[in-house]
């Protein structure tokens, strides 16, 4: 195969992968069910675990969806209500809110507890995207 047919393979490709995940620029409803398909869909995903009745989650709430508007790309942003999903909420520990799991490959490999500014959620996103 040469260098041509090469590169039309692998825009194919990418192509084709945009059909089947098309990024998503807003955070998606993540569930019991469907949490491990989430964590399928890209190589990085963000999880914000909330509830309703809290003022914190509410806070950082504008970021996340500024996140998943800039990397939706990229990285798979979802928001977990830890009142109607508890068995994925127990799973991860979750036991302050605001939680945001971040993940790589499906992996959990950090978080931050607690109502933090955009720039300290995006600083923690870019050190699990290297």
């Known amino acids: 195969m040469d260098e041509l047919e090469r590169i039309k393979k692998e ?6 992968e945009r059909v089947k995940n098309p990024p998503i620029k807003k955070p998606v409803e993540v569930t019991d069910d469907n ?8 190589k990085y995903a963000i999880v914000d675990c909330w509830a309703s009745w809290c003022m ?3 806070i950082i709430a504008p970021s996340i969806e500024k996140l998943a508007e800039e990397y939706g790309d990229r990285v798979a ?7 109607e ?5 127990a799973m ?8 945001v799991l971040f993940f ?8 931050i507890i607690g109502a933090v500014p955009k720039h300290i959620l ?3 996103l870019k050190q699990v995207m290297e």
């Open 122 to 124: 995006e600083g923690k």
């Open 77 to 83: 942003v979802g928001k977990l209500n830890v009142d």
């Open 56 to 58: 914190p989650c509410r």
């Open 11 to 16: 825009k194919l490709e990418k192509m084709m």
């Open 35 to 42: 949490f491990n398909d989430f964590l399928r869909k890209k």
């Open 85 to 89: 999903n508890r068995r994925t909420a």
């Open 92 to 99: 991860f520990g979750i036991m302050s809110i605001p939680t």
């Open 104 to 111: 790589r490959d499906g992996r959990l490999v950090d978080k």
